[in-house]
């Protein structure tokens, strides 16, 4: 069964500092693994989606990586503001030729993040 | 708005009554999920349709759950005889079956409190 943890389940850093989510799975037979951000009481954001077959995927100040073999991936978050303060999630989808299907993500319990101005 | 919707967005019952929650995905996405959240937890995955056929449903989907997506559009999750322990965020995702992937997008979800 695949379990998925990210570390550490908070985070509280100054504006303007970089930093790095860790996320890590159990079954490196993956298809694909999505970031996501959750605003308190809402629903789910999504921020990257690596190809099992990617390394990286970048968008904005947002860098995601992949080391699949290894089971683990990071969020890189450059010059951090207030308005990124949230929960980050990372989610996994198995690989189709396991015979599990493509379609059903496997979340961690993600990281709260604060920023502080 | 083009994203996707759920409705209601907070929902208050008494234990033991029915409800039932509404999504209505991206309108060319042929996939739909269904998730429930905890507090401090991930979501957790219910059940998934492609197009109008419900392919999986996980062991959390109880006697008491049913879902269903009529035309292959939107899906409705009614939850009969509610329990405390039913108190949760329920979220829907969509996503477009490709060779490229599955992004999913979600919803943003239904609060259920069961009184």
């Known amino acids: 069964k695949q379990e998925v943890t990210q570390i550490p389940a908070a985070l509280s850093v100054p504006e303007g500092e970089n930093l790095v989510l860790n996320c890590s799975f159990t079954?490196?037979?993956?298809?694909?693994l999505q970031w996501f951000r959750q605003d308190p009481g809402k629903g789910l954001t999504s921020l990257l989606l690596?190809?099992?077959?990617?390394r990286e995927q970048t968008s904005g100040r947002l860098n995601a990586s992949l080391d699949k073999s290894s089971g683990r991936s990071t969020l890189y978050i450059a010059a951090s503001q207030p308005g990124d303060s949230a929960t980050y999630l990372c989610?996994?989808?198995?690989?189709?030729?396991?015979?599990?299907?493509?379609?059903?993500?496997?979340f961690g319990k993600g990281t709260k993040l604060s920023v502080i101005p | 708005d083009t994203g996707v919707s759920q409705d209601p967005r907070h929902k208050i019952t008494k234990r033991g009554q029915n409800v039932t929650f509404r999504c209505d995905p991206i309108?060319?996405?042929?996939?739909l999920y269904w998730y429930r959240q905890t507090l401090g937890q991930g979501p957790e995955f219910l059940t998934y349709?492609?197009?109008?056929?419900?392919?999986?449903k996980s062991r959390l989907l109880s006697d008491r759950f049913s879902a269903e997506r009529p035309k292959g559009s939107f899906s409705t999750l009614e939850i009969q005889r509610t329990e405390q322990g039913d108190s949760a965020m329920y979220l829907c995702?969509?996503?477009?079956?490709?060779?490229?992937?599955?992004?999913?997008?979600f919803g943003q979800g239904t609060r259920l409190t069961v009184v």
């Open positions: 995702a969509s996503s477009l079956k490709t060779t490229g992937g599955t992004e999913a997008f």
């Open positions: 079954d490196s037979a993956i298809y694909n």
């Open positions: 690596i190809q099992s077959s990617q």
């Open positions: 989610a996994v989808s198995p690989n189709s030729y396991s015979g599990a299907g493509s379609y059903q993500l496997t």
């Open positions: 309108s060319e996405h042929n996939r």
């Open positions: 349709f492609q197009n109008e056929a419900q392919l999986e």
